[in-house]
């Protein structure tokens, strides 16, 4: 039978050597019992938020390099470093497996050193607290000292350490379904879940009364409030579909456009179960579709852009250890480019929300302010949310949300929207 640890420890070699992400690699769980693959998964999410540390305690007792042919028991060590330091597991239990699996994985010599590197490790005086941790990788700082100060990059990183809750939103009737669901119902309606049981086993999820979006993510068409009762909406860039809920929950009339057909088809499914539909579904290239257009027919566009998905890492640590100022500058660039395209299709007097789950403010602010700069027939509105918190609204009238805002309720995804009219 294969064992969640090594999994685990073969998961995050993948991710980190071959530059995965953790959806990427999930198949290795799929020959793990139900409780195995939770736990692997929760091990490699730990080892993900914790590599920092954890190579910093092993640099401290390892002074030789392991032979390329034992490269997984490095991975191995890391694992059995995150159980001693971060979950608690009795250290002998910890010492017995791993050095049994590897024994099994290399040989008994490599073992030996393991076992004497994890005896160290389990009696050191100097393990890492948990407040001290670093999460974040000196490269992945170089990215975000480009948008922020050091103070709001360490306030960050320390909310991103824990786990996440599960954010809903719902197609009606938000009170009724905190109170069903026993979460915590924040501003403009959002609930926030406290309870760890599988999505699907969760009571209204079966009935299509709600899905999973972050509460971040849900401020996007909520700018677009009150006008949206039969509007006609263009969402580029809508798969997996959660803002085109929203906007066929508030009664838009909506056109869902992704250049994704894997990714259009979780749209569908999506919205069957949640027993909405959209006016059209199209899969094709944002800027081919767009620069068709003579007449401009929408009333309002929702632009949810690709980017480099960096606000996201509070669910998906590996992003730390993955993104380069390449990926970043990339994104930036197909960004412009669907940006350049919109007012084809827009109305004059329509409406634009511009928005990306990055921090990089090349991906946000100063993508939205150079696009201003280069057309003048957009102008900014400033957003209004009911109730949105003040701390995420922005001097330009923009929103910009960061993993460490809404400290007291769990925290957010990172998230940038603008609203634009067409002014001409
Ligand atoms: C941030 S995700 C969209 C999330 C979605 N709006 C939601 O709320 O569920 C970005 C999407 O852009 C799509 N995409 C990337 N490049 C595109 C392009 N050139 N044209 C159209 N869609 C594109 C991707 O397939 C991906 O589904």
Same mark, same amino acid.
């Given at each position: ?12 070699? !993948?991710?980190? !050597? ?15 019992? !139900? ?18 540390? /954890? ?25 059995? &470093? ?19 699996? /590897?024994?099994?994985?290399? *040989? ?48 960050? =990183? ?9 954010? @809903? ?20 309606? &959002? ?16 009935? %299509? ?26 969402? @580029? ?15 838009? #009339? ?44 929408? *009333? ?29 500058? #990339? ?12 007012? #084809?299709?827009?109305?004059?007097? %329509? ?17 939205? #302010?150079?696009?201003?700069? !280069? ?11 009911? *109730?949105?918190?003040? =701390?995420?609204?922005?001097? =330009? ?10 400290? =007291?309720? %769990? ?5 940038? @929207? ?7």
């Amino acid at each position: 039978m294969s064992s969640p640890r090594l999994s685990a420890a073969r998961m995050l070699q !993948e991710i980190l !050597e071959k530059k995965l992400f953790l959806s990427d690699v999930r198949s290795q769980l799929d020959s793990l019992q !139900e409780q195995d693959k939770a736990f692997a998964h929760m091990l490699v999410l730990t080892a993900l938020r914790r590599l920092c540390s /954890v190579k910093k305690q092993l640099k401290i007792h390892i002074k030789k390099k392991l032979p390329a042919k034992a490269k997984i028991a490095e991975y191995l060590l890391i694992m059995a &470093t995150v159980e001693i330091l971060y979950l608690n597991t009795p250290s002998y239990a910890v010492l017995n497996t791993y050095v049994e699996l /590897v024994k099994k994985q290399t *040989d008994k010599y490599i073992a030996g050193f393991v076992n004497a590197v994890l005896r160290k490790i389990a009696t050191a005086e100097n393990a890492p607290l948990s407040e001290n941790d670093t999460f974040f990788p000196d490269n992945f700082i170089k990215l975000l000292r480009q948008s922020y100060g050091i103070k709001t990059i360490r306030k960050m =990183e320390q909310a991103a350490l824990s786990e996440p809750a599960l954010d @809903i939103s719902v197609k009606d009737n938000p009170e009724h379904w905190a109170k069903t669901l026993r979460g915590t119902l924040l501003a403009g309606g &959002t609930i926030r879940l406290h309870d760890n049981a599988p999505v699907p086993s969760l009571s209204g999820f079966s009935e %299509g009364a709600w899905w999973v979006q972050d509460f971040a993510a849900s401020l996007a068409v909520k700018s677009l409030l009150p006008q949206l009762n039969n509007r006609h909406v263009l969402d @580029i860039c809508a798969a997996p579909g959660g803002k085109t809920a929203q906007l066929l929950a508030y009664g838009a #009339k909506v056109t869902a456009l992704d250049v994704s057909g894997p990714r259009l088809q979780t749209l569908r499914q999506n919205l069957e179960r949640l027993k909405l539909s959209a006016e059209r579904i199209i899969c094709a290239d944002a800027i081919e579709y767009l620069s068709n257009f003579q007449d401009a027919p929408f *009333d309002d566009i929702l632009l949810d852009a690709p980017c480099s998905a960096t606000g996201t890492l509070r669910r998906h640590p590996e992003i730390v250890h993955l993104k380069t100022a390449a990926d970043i500058a #990339k994104q930036a660039s197909l960004q412009k480019q669907i940006l350049q395209h919109v007012s #084809k299709a827009l109305k004059i007097g %329509g409406r634009l929300v511009y928005c990306t789950c990055s921090l990089d403010k090349s991906e946000g602010e100063a993508q939205i #302010k150079s696009f201003l700069k !280069e057309n003048d027939n957009f102008a900014i509105i400033p957003i209004s949310i009911h *109730d949105c918190p003040q =701390e995420l609204c922005t001097e =330009e009238g923009f929103l910009r949300v960061l993993p460490c805002h809404l400290s =007291e309720t %769990g925290g957010a995804d990172g998230f940038f @929207i603008a609203l634009l009219q067409r002014i001409k």
